[in-house]
């Protein structure tokens, strides 16, 4: 492990799953949460995750406490100031990510590296606002954090060789298999991946099939572990409607063009897993 301490900011799914990744890895981890509540939810979360694999994969006992003393949560960003690696995992809005690197640039050391969570937004946007943005790039994790193996490395034009080398083998440290990628919208994965499921909501809303026959056609016609209806709501509506529309702004193409079933459903709180209910109903 090259950094020893890592601070993840960010109190959902995402964030508490790389800290898991991390502490797993060896890292000393410091989770910033918004709130001292959401803060003892995600370690409530990790002990969970951690309890489950003693049992289901046969972590042991001494092992799951030695990496959950070895996770910390704050609400303070000057309890990061000391970590060697920093990760933002927050919502995909550009503007509150801005504000949360103005507000790390701040605190943290200059010689930490800053990295992003982000799927879909421009990393040379976020460097900009660090005073040091050759120690800035995308370290993109895939959900579920603990389980999926690829993470998207992403090189903005500022980022330096050593930037991209350090980070790389913390991803390769954690387990993960890092692809380099370009620093344009969507990457690869959820370039080619959301138009895929937009298309889907379109030949629901035109009533080629059912959501269960869709799902059931992907998933035997094409070999996908789940279908798109069954993904999106694993994903989020609200992200996944979030990442279409950065995506359409950034190339202009149509494929882009979120579905209004899509959007209608977020605007009523349908959002998928995370509410319940999304195009499945999660609260049998």
């Given at each position: 492990?090259?950094?020893q301490?890592?601070?993840?900011?960010?109190s959902?799914?995402?964030?508490?799953?790389?800290?898991?990744?991390?502490?797993?890895a060896g890292?000393?981890?410091?989770l910033?949460?918004?709130?001292?509540?959401?803060?003892?939810?995600?370690l409530e979360?990790l002990?969970?995750?951690?309890?489950?694999?003693?049992?289901?994969?046969?972590?042991?006992p001494?092992?799951a406490s030695?990496?959950?003393s070895?996770?910390?949560?704050?609400?303070?960003?000057k309890?990061?100031?000391?970590?060697?690696l920093?990760?933002?995992?927050?919502?995909?809005?550009?503007?509150i990510?801005?504000?949360?690197?103005?507000?790390?640039?701040?605190?943290?050391?200059?010689?930490?590296?800053?990295?992003t969570?982000?799927?879909?937004l421009?990393?040379?946007?976020?460097?900009?606002?660090?005073?040091?943005?050759?120690?800035?790039?995308?370290?993109?994790?895939?959900?579920?954090?603990?389980t999926m193996?690829?993470?998207?490395?992403?090189?903005?034009?500022?980022?330096?060789?050593?930037?991209?080398e350090?980070?790389?083998e913390f991803a390769?440290?954690?387990?993960?298999?890092?692809?380099?990628?370009?620093?344009q919208?969507?990457?690869?994965?959820?370039?080619?991946?959301?138009?895929y499921?937009?298309?889907?909501?379109?030949?629901?809303?035109?009533?080629?099939?059912t959501?269960?026959g869709?799902?059931?056609?992907?998933?035997?016609?094409?070999?996908?572990?789940?279908?798109?209806?069954?993904?999106l709501?694993?994903?989020?509506?609200?992200t996944?409607?979030?990442?279409?529309d950065?995506l359409?702004?950034?190339?202009?193409?149509?494929?882009?063009?979120?579905?209004p079933l899509?959007?209608?459903?977020?605007?009523?709180g349908?959002?998928?897993r995370?509410?319940g209910?999304?195009?499945?109903d999660y609260?049998?």
């Open positions: 492990m090259n950094f301490k890592v601070g993840v900011v960010g959902g799914i995402m964030g508490g799953g790389i800290a898991e990744v991390a502490a797993t890292a000393t981890v410091i910033r949460s918004r709130t001292l509540e959401t803060a003892d939810a995600l979360g002990d969970k995750s951690l309890a489950k694999k003693v049992v289901r994969q046969g972590l042991s001494d092992d030695s990496i959950r070895r996770v910390s949560a704050t609400v303070d960003f309890e990061l100031a000391d970590c060697d920093i990760i933002e995992s927050v919502v995909e809005d550009l503007a990510k801005k504000r949360i690197f103005g507000e790390l640039d701040r605190v943290m050391k200059p010689d930490a590296i800053l990295t969570n982000t799927s879909t421009s990393v040379m946007a976020l460097a900009t606002m660090i005073s040091h943005p050759e120690r800035v790039c995308g370290l993109h994790f895939f959900n579920p954090a603990t193996t690829l993470v998207e490395i992403v090189r903005p034009l500022s980022a330096s060789d050593e930037t991209i350090a980070v790389t390769l440290a954690c387990g993960k298999e890092p692809v380099e990628v370009k620093d919208a969507g990457f690869i994965v959820n370039a080619l991946l959301f138009p499921l937009n298309h889907a909501i379109r030949l629901l809303d035109q009533e080629v099939a959501i269960e869709i799902d059931l056609a992907m998933k035997g016609g094409c070999g996908f572990p789940m279908g798109p209806f069954a993904l709501d694993l994903v989020g509506l609200d996944s409607l979030a990442i279409l950065a359409h702004l950034a190339f202009d193409d149509a494929h882009f063009a979120a579905e899509l959007r209608q459903m977020v605007s009523d349908r959002l998928g995370k509410s209910v999304g195009f499945y609260r049998q």
